[in-house]
């Protein structure tokens, strides 16, 4: 079993900035990718960003590249999603996750923290 918990979710207007943060704790042995998902409301849960737990090879989606970035300590145990320029759309409950092998659907990955609520205001 792996747990996650995600941590840095907040209010912040057009813009802004945030940073959320994932603690992973458990048998994380097998967490070769880490990725995050949102999910707002009424729509489903999408892929954001992943990253390789070897080399940190990094991965994400088309509407967020070159806003956020993702990062990970794996002494830690822990993964990073730092979100700039955010927008009223990046609005969504953001979920860490981890898999074995890559993947950017919800199926690929075997574990799932609780989410943090990101809004942003226009």
């Known amino acids: 079993q792996v747990q996650l918990v995600e941590s840095g979710g907040g209010l912040v207007q057009a813009g802004g900035s945030l940073r959320l943060s994932c603690a992973a704790s458990?048998?994380?042995?097998?967490?070769?990718?880490m990725g995050w998902f949102r999910q707002a409301p009424g729509k489903e849960r999408e892929f954001v960003a992943a990253?390789?737990?070897?080399?940190?090879?990094?991965y994400y989606e088309v509407s967020v590249k070159g806003r956020f970035t993702i990062s990970r300590d794996n002494a830690k145990n822990m993964v990073y999603l730092q979100m700039n320029s955010l927008k009223p759309e990046d609005t969504a409950v953001y979920y860490c996750?981890?898999?074995?092998?890559?993947?950017?659907?919800?199926?690929?990955?075997?574990?799932w923290g609780q989410g943090t609520q990101v809004t942003v205001s226009s």
């Open positions: 458990g048998r994380t042995f097998n967490m070769n990718y």
């Open positions: 996750a981890t898999a074995a092998t890559y993947s950017a659907t919800t199926r690929g990955y075997d574990y």
């Open positions: 990253i390789s737990r070897i080399g940190g090879s990094t």
